[in-house]
Structure formats: structure tokens, C-alpha cells
């Protein structure tokens, strides 16, 4: 709390030892809980991911679900996108206040946390629509602590340096919503654009080829297109190479299952 610099998120907090999922909890109370309250578990038992996938929620993961409103429909799919950025500048912060080694920490799109080339966060975002306006949930699970089934925050940092002291659940969680409160306001009153060059700096992508399946369902061909970046819908925004636009929708959970040279395989489709 005293780390807290944020005035309407992650004032309120709920907390729990042990509990279904902070999601569940937040989206079924979404009308009794003021906007900014964060519900926080140590360990979850259902855990949920995204596309019906499960979040395995053992001790050592930052686990969290907060509520926020919005009115503008058209920004809603974005929102995943300043989520990610806030924790990734929020990390970033977090080590240069600690004196401890930056952790390269990177949005991989959609919603995707990535260390050192594997997946130590997600994010999810659910919204309903009340009269005017969306409530949104947005739940965050984040290795801290934990090194299975991946890596984590800590593990990184102590192969940097052993000696230097790690990061704690709640610092990350303080320094969340310090940087998630800044970045939500000028999203809202500046939209996507104001953050767009951040977010660029933050994600993998920046002119990385991917090899798509392009065509009709029963006899589509590879193409390789080069990302660009996102289109105004918040699609991946790619040119191949005969010059033709591309916008790129993710594939559920296909994730690339092997890299040649820069060109990953069958991550996304083209619709
Ligand atoms: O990568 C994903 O699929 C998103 C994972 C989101 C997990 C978090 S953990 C806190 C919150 N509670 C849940 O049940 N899920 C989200």
C-alpha cells in the first residue's frame, strides 16, 4: 500500500489464501464491487485461461482479477493491449527502483507475457455491457516465484545476479496499477494511437515474418508476410512479400512450434 501511488485501482483489495479463481469471483460480484477493486489469491483451483484453457495457479504466481469501466465500444479489444504494456513498463520500473538487473520482459499478441522466449504471463480480459457502460474484468497471472511449467521473474534475476535481493508479489502488484492508472487515462482520452509507439517498443513482433495459411479453408497455401504492426481493429497488421496487406487474426493455441531463422511457422491465420 504505501507503494501505491494509484488513486482508483487497487485501492480496495480483496485477498484470499486459497480460492476458485479471482476471475469467477470478480465477474459474478461485478455489481457489488466499486471500480478499481483488485481481488488477489495465492493459489487458485480454477484457474481459468483463456479459450476455455485452464491456468495452473500454484504458489509463487502473482494472481489477480481488477474491475474497470468503459464506454467506447471500439476501444474494448485494446484494452488487453494497455494491460500488457502497464506490466511490462511496471517490471521494468519495479528492478530500476530496486537496483537490480532489468528484466526483458515482452508482449507477445495477443495477451502474452514472454521472458527469454517462454510464456511467464497472460492476461484476460472479459467485459458485459450494462446500460452505457462495459464492465470489464481483467484477470493477470504472472510467474513471480514459480519456475514450473516455465520460468519466472525471479529465477532470471537470481541467474543475473544471486546476490542481489528478488521481487516481491506485492511490489509488482503496486507498481501495476501505478503505471496501469496512467496509461488507462490517456487511453481513454487519447485512445490506442497515444500509446501505440510504447507498446511497439514493448512487443516481439516489430518486423517479424510469419508464415501464414492463406486462402480458402480446403486448399490454403504458406505465405510468409512481415509484421508491420496493428491494424485500428488491434488485428496484427503484416505485408507479404508480393506486397499484398495482411491482417492477422491469433489461432487459439496454435503457438509456434519451432522458429526457422526469424520466420515462425503457423501462428496466425489470415481471414
Ligand atoms: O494466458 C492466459 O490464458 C490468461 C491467463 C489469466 C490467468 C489469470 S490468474 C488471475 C485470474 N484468475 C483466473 O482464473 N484467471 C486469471
Redesign the pocket.
Known amino acids: 500500500m504505501a507503494a501505491l501511488r494509484a488513486s482508483r485501482f487497487g485501492r480496495w483489495m480483496l485477498w484470499s489464501p486459497r480460492l476458485a ?4 469471483l470478480v465477474t459474478q460480484n461485478f455489481a457489488k464491487l466499486p471500480v478499481g477493486v483488485v481481488c488477489v ?1 495465492d493459489v ?1 483451483f ?6 476455455k ?1 485452464v ?1 495452473e ?1 500454484p504458489p509463487g ?1 502473482l ?3 481488477f474491475t474497470s469501466q468503459m464506454e467506447d465500444a471500439r476501444k474494448l479489444p485494446l484494452m488487453q493491449y494497455v494491460v500488457c504494456l502497464a506490466m511490462t513498463e511496471a517490471i521494468k520500473e519495479l528492478c530500476c527502483a530496486k537496483g537490480l538487473s532489468e528484466l526483458d520482459v515482452k508482449i507477445k499478441w495477443p ?2 507475457l514472454y521472458l527469454k522466449g517462454l ?1 511467464v ?4 480480459c472479459t467485459s458485459s455491457y450494462q446500460p452505457k457502460v462495459y464492465n470489464i474484468c481483467t ?3 504472472l510467474n513471480v516465484d514459480n519456475e514450473e511449467p516455465t520460468t519466472c521473474l525471479n529465477a532470471a534475476l537470481k541467474e543475473m545476479n544471486a546476490n542481489l535481493p528478488t521481487l516481491k508479489r506485492e511490489d509488482i502488484l503496486a507498481s501495476f496499477f501505478n503505471k496501469f492508472e496512467v496509461l488507462f487515462e490517456i487511453f481513454t482520452n487519447e485512445g490506442f494511437q497515444a500509446l501505440e509507439e510504447q507498446y511497439y517498443n514493448s512487443w516481439l513482433h516489430s518486423g517479424q515474418k510469419v508464415v501464414v495459411q492463406d486462402g480458402p479453408e480446403a486448399q490454403h497455401a504458406d505465405s510468409v508476410v512481415t509484421i508491420q504492426g496493428l491494424t485500428p481493429a488491434g488485428y496484427l497488421y503484416a505485408i507479404g512479400e508480393d506486397g499484398k496487406s495482411y491482417e492477422l487474426h491469433p489461432d487459439g493455441n496454435r503457438v509456434s512450434a519451432k522458429e526457422d531463422g526469424n520466420v515462425v511457422l503457423h501462428e496466425y491465420i489470415h481471414r
Open positions: 479463481s479471482t476471475h469467477d489469491a487458485q480454477k484457474g481459468r485461461g483463456r479459450s484453457n491456468w495457479s504466481c494472481m489477480f482479477s495477451n502474452d510464456k504471463g497472460g492476461i484476460l484477470g493477470i497471472g
